[in-house]
Nanobody, 123 residues
Framework: QVRLVESGGGLVQAGGSLRLSCGAS????????KAWFRQAPGKDREFVAA????????SYADSVKGRFTISRDSAKNTVSLQMNSLKPEDTAVYYC????????????????WGQGTQVTVSP
């Protein structure tokens, strides 16, 4: 199984940027669908973005489209989430996850999860 570790979270002001990174324990990470989810206090876990193992196909939640960009670096076994124009409503714990090819945006579709990294956006 793939072990995932997120990093890059922190506290930023509205309008600022953060870049999250998720590192994998094995090179086989490159062959999984990769995604980012987030969960705010009292809320359900929410889909943010995903990228196919080939890197050709990406998808985004409507709430982040145009502001966030997901990418992967196969050589480094990492997947990143560039977050620009951050808003207070983006505040949440962000998780990276992997699953089989073709899975959608439901948390239950993903088999492997990181521990999460906190992103806090002040007004």
């Amino acid at each position: 199984q793939v072990r995932l570790v997120e990093s890059g979270g922190g506290l930023v002001q509205a309008g600022g940027s953060l870049r999250l990174s998720c590192g994998a324990s094995e090179r086989a990470f490159s062959l999984y669908t990769k995604a980012w989810f987030r969960q705010a206090p009292g809320k359900d876990r929410e889909f943010v973005a995903a990228i196919s193992w080939t890197g050709v196909s990406t998808s985004y939640a409507d709430s982040v489209k145009g502001r966030f960009t997901i990418s992967r670096d196969s050589a480094k076994n990492t997947v990143s989430l560039q977050m620009n124009s951050l808003k207070p409503e983006d505040t949440a714990v962000y998780y990276c996850a992997t699953g089989p090819a073709g899975v959608g945006g439901k948390p239950a579709d993903y088999r492997n999860w990181g521990q999460g990294t906190q992103v806090t956006v002040s007004p």
